[in-house]
């Protein structure tokens, strides 16, 4: 079965500082993973998917991720915060030979001035 | 850009009684539409994944008879909580896909049984 874990449900950071969120996968074949930022009551908005080809993908906003099959992980970073970056933010994996995606439990970011 | 429009985005309904989220595929012709249920501080977890004109295919544990399901149309695709009680208050959200498209989340729907 395919997963993926978040550590750390609340990352803070002070604006200008890097951002780091970090997700790992569990899957027995290559997976095609994602993640997702969402603001309060709205629906969840692609950042970055990985699928194949190069593994640093560059997403929206910023965010760049890096797919490391050696580490089963998929951390998102973007190298300076911004106070409108302060959201909910999934990593996902999409189960294989569906469309069907499966959520981490999400990290909350906050962003200081 | 494609969009899957979700309404309404909030309801608040008593006990017992029945309510209908609608998302509506813009742009694109959403042949598989899946419905996600989150509840506070916790992730999305999948309910059901319904193609356009056949029954919807439902995860374990969800009850089909409470989450009615309907897909008659290639835009429009309806979830209906039926005899909706407060535990089933929770943010609900679309995600419509199509051929040779990405996927596309709607707004979310906030449901409050009281």
């Known amino acids: 079965a395919q997963s993926v874990t978040q550590l750390g449900s609340h990352v803070s950071v002070s604006e200008g500082a890097l951002v780091l969120l970090r997700c790992n996968y569990s899957?027995?074949?290559?997976?095609?993973l994602f993640w997702y930022v969402q603001y309060p009551n709205q629906g969840l908005q692609l950042l970055l998917k990985?699928?194949?080809?190069?593994?640093l993908v560059k997403g929206i906003n910023g965010f760049e991720a890096e797919f490391k099959k050696s580490e089963t992980s998929f951390h998102l970073t973007k190298p300076s915060a911004h106070m409108s970056d302060a959201a909910e933010y999934f990593c996902?994996?999409?189960?294989?030979?569906?469309?069907?995606?499966?959520f981490g439990t999400g990290t909350r970011l906050q962003v200081f001035p | 850009g494609a969009v899957v429009s979700q309404h309404p985005s909030r309801v608040i309904c008593k006990s017992g009684t029945s309510v209908k989220i609608e998302c509506r595929s813009l742009?694109?012709?959403?042949?598989?539409m899946f419905w996600y249920r989150q509840f506070p501080k916790q992730s999305l977890m999948l309910m059901a994944t319904s193609n356009e004109g056949s029954k919807a295919t439902y995860e374990q544990g969800v009850e089909k008879d409470k989450f009615l399901i309907n897909h008659a149309s290639l835009t429009l695709s309806t979830l209906t909580v039926t005899s909706a009680h407060p535990e089933d208050s929770s943010f609900y959200i679309c995600r419509g896909t199509g051929l040779n498209t990405e996927a596309f989340f709607g707004q979310g729907t906030r449901l409050t049984v009281v």
């Open positions: 742009d694109f012709q959403a042949t598989t």
């Open positions: 899957s027995s074949v290559p997976p095609y």
């Open positions: 990985y699928t194949t080809g190069a593994t």
């Open positions: 996902a994996v999409m189960r294989y030979n569906t469309d069907k995606l499966i």
